[in-house]
T-cell receptor, first 114, second 115 residues
């Protein structure tokens, strides 16, 4: 079985500050991990993914995440927040088996103040 | 590449009627499609997994007779909400993947409102 825990349902930062969104996973098989962003009333946009290659993954819009097996974590970071980063962020896990669904965390709302 | 569309984007229907939502992979063949449901301010919950040409696999607690899923071709899956009730009002999102493992491509979602 697989699961994802996102610590902190709401994170607030100032514009220009570091963004850190936490994600821990549980998986009995090697995981594939993803971060998605969702703006109001829209679908999901993939930020980045880990699929067993490099443990430090760089994504779009300046985001990156590091896979740490020993900590079962896949935290999302961005050095400097922009107002446009305010959105809902979801961490998700799946396995390396074809046709396996994504299991999502509960999401973290990121607010950015000026 | 890897674009998934959903139609309609928004639908309002009366209680007791049925509504069909289409999910299409526009530039790849989707051997597997997934249907998710998202309530306001909540995460995506997997409803069912459908493979082309076979019956969908429903998650525990999802009524297969109420949420009919058809995956008749490698580019189209449909979700029909039968005898809709106000509690079925939600944001429905589909995703599709090709033959490999890993990344899914998400549709833009369908906002269903049952009055």
């Amino acid at each position: 079985a697989q699961s994802v825990t996102q610590l902190g349902s709401h994170v607030s930062v100032s514009e220009g500050a570091l963004v850190l969104l936490r994600c821990n996973y549980s998986s009995s098989v090697p995981p594939y991990l993803f971060w998605y962003v969702q703006y109001p009333n829209q679908g999901l946009q993939l930020l980045l993914k880990y699929t067993s290659a490099a443990t430090l993954v760089k994504g779009i819009n300046g985001f990156e995440a590091e896979f740490k097996k020993s900590e079962t974590s896949f935290h999302l970071t961005k050095p400097s927040a922009h107002m446009s980063d305010a959105a809902e962020y979801f961490c998700a896990v799946t396995s390396n088996q074809a046709g396996t669904a994504l299991i999502f965390g509960k999401g973290t709302t990121l607010s950015v103040s000026s | 590449g890897a674009v998934v569309s959903q139609h309609p984007s928004r639908v309002i229907c009366k209680s007791g009627t049925s509504v069909k939502i289409e999910c299409r992979s526009l530039d790849f063949q989707a051997t597997t499609m997934f249907w998710y449901r998202q309530f306001p301010k909540q995460s995506l919950m997997l409803m069912a997994t459908s493979n082309e040409g076979s019956k969908a696999t429903y998650e525990q607690g999802v009524e297969k007779d109420k949420f009919l899923i058809n995956h008749a071709s490698l580019t189209l899956s449909t979700l029909t909400v039968t005898s809709a009730h106000p509690e079925d009002s939600s944001f429905y999102i589909c995703s599709a993947m090709g033959g490999g493992a890993g990344e899914q491509y998400f549709g833009p979602g369908t906002r269903l409102t049952v009055t």
